[in-house]
């Protein structure tokens, strides 16, 4: 691992007033290294989250206990968690984090099977629920007719979708499906919802849509 070294591992910047002594350079932040080695044992998923100053007044539990709740396959959604629990503690205060989540799989017998069970389908059926928010640029040629032109702040379109997120996650998985169709049909602003009888896109096969919509499908 590279380290810088020691004459430049503090970044140097200077305050100048009009005063001498304030012109002296300071070290404003380390550049250094700091490095922790953990063992983790095949078979497991671990969580990741990179927290700033802002966020430290959420403690190790409530971090482990959003990391539970969205892993092992929604990093962005306990991100957007954790930032949004910070800022309803911290009102007009500049809230950011990062999540991963690690999956290690054991190798040996079985994996291949493992493998051949999670392959990956070679097309999906896809339903999605759309908000819009004010300051779009351009026109939505998708745009669900009949929609009034939103009011809401891309801000508050993201914390409306976590919430109804976290709401089916937490029912029976049995259900789930028509449970969020209903959302569809109710809340969607895309056209789509109106498509009978799925309300959803339809099929989308591998490498016939955006990355990110494909990698959530």
């Given amino acids: 691992l590279w380290v810088p070294a020691p004459a430049d591992e503090a970044l140097r910047v200077t305050r100048a007033l009009g005063c001498k002594d304030l012109k002296t350079p300071t070290a404003l932040l380390s550049a250094g290294l700091s490095a922790e080695v953990v063992e983790l044992e095949p078979g497991t998923c671990v969580g990741i989250a990179l927290l700033p100053n802002s966020l430290s007044s959420l403690g190790d539990a409530e971090v482990a206990r959003q990391l539970a709740r969205h892993g092992p396959h929604r990093p962005r959604a306990a991100a957007l968690r954790l930032a949004l629990e910070g800022s309803d503690r911290a009102p007009g205060t500049a809230m950011g984090t990062v999540c991963a989540f690690l999956d290690f799989e054991a190798t040996g017998i079985g994996g291949t099977a493992k493998r051949a069970r999670m392959a990956k389908p070679e097309r999906v059926r896809i ?30 379109a993201e914390r409306e979708l976590l919430e109804l997120l976290e709401e089916l996650a937490s029912q029976d998985p049995k259900t789930l499906g028509a449970k969020f169709k209903a959302q569809v049909l109710k809340r969607s602003e895309c056209a789509s919802a109106l498509n009978v009888p799925y309300a959803d896109l339809g099929w989308i096969e591998q490498g016939g849509a955006e990355p990110p919509l494909e990698a959530a499908a």
């Fill in 127 to 156: 339903s999605h629920i759309l908000l819009r928010w004010v300051g779009l640029k351009g026109e939505d040629e998708f745009a669900r007719p009949g929609i009034e032109l939103p009011t809401r702040t891309q801000a508050l």
